[in-house]
């Protein structure tokens, strides 16, 4: 009788797609180089409140993820530009999806948010 091997669902690939946009910035900073390198002083500017430390671990993480390329050019002053590899441009539909999902249902969410803190504050006092 041939054995099978068990399946976790822990062990899922797609699993690594939900780590990769888990965190806080990576998503924000895929979308912002959508549509062409951009330098890390031109990605802070389109972002917004996010500081120079968070961005630059943010690029790093990806990159060592493969999702960015790093380019330096030999100029003075230096210049360095991020673009999207073809897997981190994979990544914008489901970020382009969860968009979508956000006009729909944010609201929603935020309101179920508040009644649950408002149902905390009541329980407390």
Known sequence: M???EPSYIADCQARLGFDLLGGTWTSVVLYALRERPL???????RIGGISHKVLTDTLRRLEHNGLVVRRRYAEAPPRVEYELTAPGRGLLEPI???????????DDVLRAQEAREAREQAEAS
């Open 2 to 4: 041939m054995s099978v």
């Open 39 to 45: 330098r890390p002083g031109e990605l802070r500017e």
């Open 96 to 106: 382009f999806a969860l968009g979508r999902w956000a006009e729909l249902y944010a």
